[in-house]
């Protein structure tokens, strides 16, 4: 009977011990070695240990990317478009996750993260670029070119190859995607305004860059450099008085809650990028390289598109709808004459092979 008992107690004692090791992939466990397959590659298993976030059964690379923006933002969409594309043509191997609305930080803070490799992906604005490199600040001069197309035109005659190598040697950065906004006006309020003397002594928030400053400060109004996720509360608290920006954020930002006159002075037409970390980049196998960088040109142009095609439909609902008042600037040679020393100023720190490009 002992005997029995003794055999009865080991067998149950064998079966839990292989019920222990045979479950090892359990909430808070390690991985199985019956379960799906690790991704493949470094850069597949690094994102995914720095997001703390597994990639979907097939993925092999995780892409996060950042925008400070909201969702309505034609960016943001264009961010999305980017997710699908990408999704499409990689058959689910390269997973991207759009973190919108300044979930990861502003323009600046995103930087500092790809440069820490714990973002791979981010729209940076060129401003803040041009602390890393001085040939950014050229699109911080104010009245460069005709507008969106003529941008458009130049980024693509070598222009924008040119800034992309700049980056990467720079800041370990590239970029893969050109998002030329519409142009840049400012609303405040301040107002009505019909010309240069009505914006005098006006506080505008800006963008952390030198040459916008200066360039605010020869408007006449006094410059409040602020991250972008600052800006509807000092426009609400009376921080500024006023902001600048493409007119269709004025919408997505909800900023017409906190301001009262859009002034159409469209001083910039400026592009933003999509910056990835060059490093996760390289990491890449050639062919989902050449996946990246297609969908990143593609979402640029439908984010141009969007903006062009909103702009007068913007305009017509901030009046109509949000009982904002649209200022006309019809003849803006004042205000070009009053910024005209910062082409000069800037010419030695921004190169003269960047100004060539624009034929100033």
Not at 159 to 166: A, F, K, N, P, V
Request: glycine share 8%.
């Amino acid at each position: 009977m002992k005997k029995v008992l003794s055999l009865i107690l080991a067998l149950a004692l064998t079966l839990s011990l292989a019920a222990c090791g045979g479950s090892s992939s359990g909430a808070g466990g390690g991985s199985s070695s019956t379960g799906g397959s690790a991704p493949s590659g470094g850069a597949a298993s690094s994102s995914s240990d720095q997001q703390g976030s597994d990639a979907p059964a097939g993925a092999e690379y995780v892409l996060k990317l950042a925008n400070p923006s909201n969702p309505e933002d034609n960016v943001v969409k264009a961010f999305y478009y980017f997710e699908e594309l990408v999704d499409e043509r990689s058959n689910g191997r390269i997973d991207v996750q759009v973190y919108d609305s300044g979930q990861l930080g502003g323009h600046a803070d995103c930087v500092d993260s790809m440069q820490m490799h714990s973002l791979q992906a981010a729209e940076v604005s060129t401003s803040i670029l041009g602390n890393l490199d001085p040939a950014f600040s050229i699109f911080d001069l104010p009245y460069l070119t005709d507008g969106m197309d003529s941008l458009i035109d130049i980024l693509g005659s070598g222009l924008g190859e040119t800034l992309d190598q700049r980056l990467q040697d720079a800041a370990n950065l590239k970029i893969v995607g050109w998002f030329v906004r519409s142009p840049r006006s400012v609303y405040t309020n301040k107002g009505p305004v019909s010309g240069l003397a009505d914006m005098k002594g006006t506080k505008i928030r800006i963008m952390e860059s030198a040459i916008m400053s200066m360039a605010m400060e020869l408007l006449g109004m006094v410059p409040v450099p602020l991250a972008a996720t600052e800006r509807y509360m000092a426009l609400q608290t009376g921080t500024v008085d006023a902001a600048e920006n493409s007119v269709p954020l004025i919408i997505t930002q909800a900023e017409y809650e906190v301001t009262k006159y859009v002034v159409l002075t469209e001083h910039f037409c400026t592009p933003n990028i999509m910056a990835m970390d060059l490093d996760y980049y390289n990491d890449l196998p050639d062919d989902l390289k050449a996946i990246v960088d297609e969908c990143g040109a593609e979402a640029g142009t439908y984010s141009s598109k969007l903006d062009q095609e909103s702009l007068e439909v913007v305009l017509d609902q901030l009046a109509n709808e949000y009982g904002m008042t649209i200022c006309e600037i019809a003849d803006k040679t004042e205000f070009m004459e009053a910024v005209a020393p910062l082409y000069d100023e800037y010419r030695s720190t921004i190169g003269q092979d960047i100004y060539d490009f624009f034929g100033k």
